[in-house]
């Protein structure tokens, strides 16, 4: 049973630039979790969304960033006119159920550099 | 003041050495606790899960006080293969949203 799985690893986009994410949940998972590391800092929560909604976007900055979990298909981070600030690791992570309290097991991360 | 908060280190120990991470939380709703264990550039993994009675994995042992909002882990006989940063990690409120502490760094040397 594969884990979650990201792509690309690595990613550079020039300033200004479109930078899109993916991430596959695990089988069977209904609940995608983004994260982004920053350098020397701890990961920080972006948001948690179900099949075709957002339930919590209380760690997104509010331009440029979007993400969704379509019914199809991974669901997709994405950065629109992307800023070095912007150069960070992004983990994702997926759940069975939203509720059960569960430690969350990660992709492998995708490794932006906005150059 | 962050919700989680870690010493960064390093701590630099020798082979077979013991040494204990603490932890401090600040939200006191929060629910569940966890150590991860992060290689430098890879996902964080996770090690164990913490519980008030105290739980042991093999030489880690980590504990949760809730009256004084801390969290520890201790690893006895330290490998070479322990070195990594090791992340404290809180669950709070519905959902599966987990608040991370910014890591402690440990460098097993022999």
């Known amino acids: 049973n594969a884990g979650v799985m990201q792509n690309p690893r690595h990613l550079v986009r020039r300033r200004g630039q479109e930078a899109r994410l993916r991430c596959s949940p695990m089988?069977?998972?209904?609940?995608v979790y983004w994260y982004r590391q920053l350098p020397e800092e701890g990961l920080k929560f972006m948001v948690y969304?179900?099949?075709?909604?957002?339930?919590?976007e209380s760690g997104m900055p509010k331009e440029r960033f979007s993400a969704e979990f379509p019914k199809e298909g991974p669901s997709i981070l994405r950065i629109q006119q992307v800023v070095r600030g912007d150069s960070a690791a992004y983990f994702c992570?997926?759940?069975?159920?939203?509720?059960?309290?569960?430690?969350?097991?990660f992709g492998n991360g995708t490794r932006l550099t906005v150059t | 003041r962050k919700e989680v908060e870690q010493d960064p280190g390093p701590f630099n120990v020798p082979e077979g050495a013991t040494v204990a991470f603490n932890c401090t939380y600040s939200n006191s709703a929060s629910q569940s606790f966890f150590w991860y264990r992060q290689d430098c550039r890879k996902e964080p993994k996770l090690l164990m899960s913490v519980y008030s009675s105290g739980n042991e994995d093999g030489r880690f042992t980590a504990q949760l006080n809730r009256a004084s909002q801390y969290i520890s882990l201790l690893i006895r006989d330290s490998k070479l293969s322990d070195s990594a940063t090791y992340l404290c990690?809180?669950?709070?409120?519905?959902?599966?949203?987990?608040?991370f502490g910014t890591g402690t760094q440990l460098k097993v040397e022999l």
């Open positions: 990690v809180s669950l709070t409120g519905g959902g599966n949203k987990l608040t």
């Open positions: 992570a997926s759940s069975p159920d939203s509720s059960d309290g569960s430690p969350l097991h």
């Open positions: 969304l179900q099949k075709e909604n957002i339930i919590d």
């Open positions: 089988k069977g998972h209904s609940h």
